[in-house]
T-cell receptor, first 112, second 118 residues
Framework: QKEVEQDPGPLSVPEGAIVSLNCTYSNSAFQYFMWYRQYSRKGPELLMYTYSSGNKEDGRFTAQVDKSSKYISLFIRDSQPSDSATYLCAIGRNQAGTALIFGKGTTLSVSS | DTEVTQTPKHLVMGMTNKKSLKCEQHMGHRAMYWYKQKAKKPPELMFVYSYEKLSINESVPSRFSPECPNSSLLNLHLHALQPEDSALYLC?????????????????FGAGTRLSVL
């Protein structure tokens, strides 16, 4: 079993839709959960991170973590064409200098 | 400011060339990383520097040689690369373990250097 599983999509939605992106992980030793957005041919941009179960909201984005089921989600409300990108979930330990474990990324396309 | 700056943005090199990639951050971060990313794949860790010392080398071929001249700079020296080394090379940084705060390993990435080896 891979450490992080993420459905690669692609996912296509109309503008204004609510998007749900999900990952599962297997190792409960990881304490940090991150979502990165990566536009084509650019570096990953940190969207949100959390280290506890529950929800964290930032504008149109909500990150949700359920440690008991090892499930992390990113919700995008009122999706915009500018949200079209690849979304990578990542998990990490609370120790600098250790690798992040990435999911394969989900490619999202929002049409106007 | 969460900016990690990488230069050059694009690089084309022959298999006999020697070139260097540069990375700079001014966030006071003390852990810096090199990742390699192939198309439609997630980033793969290559090297980690923690407090200017190499702490992780993920069995990367010796034609890649990292260097950390100071706490703000990270270089990746390239020599005798192969066409399969063509990829997006990403630099990232995070707080060091000796610093206070909970988010020690939240990594911020640069825009990357797109490398083509001919």
């Amino acid at each position: 079993q891979k450490e992080v599983e993420q459905d690669p999509g692609p996912l296509s939605v109309p503008e204004g839709a609510i998007v749900s992106l999900n990952c599962t992980y297997s190792n409960s030793a990881f304490q940090y959960f991150m979502w990165y957005r990566q536009y084509s041919r650019k570096g990953p941009e940190l969207l949100m991170y959390t280290y506890s179960s529950g929800n964290k909201e930032d504008g149109r984005f909500t990150a949700q973590v359920d440690k008991s089921s090892k499930y992390i989600s990113l919700f995008i409300r009122d999706s915009q064409p500018s949200d079209s990108a690849t979304y990578l979930c990542a998990i990490g330990r609370n120790q600098a200098g250790t690798a992040l474990i990435f999911g394969k990324g989900t490619t999202l396309s929002v049409s106007s | 400011d969460t900016e990690v700056t990488q230069t050059p943005k694009h690089l084309v090199m022959g298999m006999t060339n020697k070139k260097s990639l540069k990375c700079e951050q001014h966030m006071g971060h003390r852990a810096m990383y090199w990742y390699k990313q192939k198309a439609k794949k997630p980033p793969e860790l290559m090297f980690v520097y923690s407090y200017e010392k190499l702490s992780i080398n993920e069995s990367v071929p010796s034609r890649f040689s990292p260097e950390c001249p100071n706490s703000s700079l990270l270089n990746l020296h390239l020599h005798a690369l192969q066409p399969e080394d063509s990829a997006l090379y990403l630099c990232a940084s995070s707080q060091g373990n000796r610093l206070a705060g909970a988010a020690k390993n939240i990594q911020y990435f640069g825009a990357g250097t797109r490398l083509s080896v001919l």
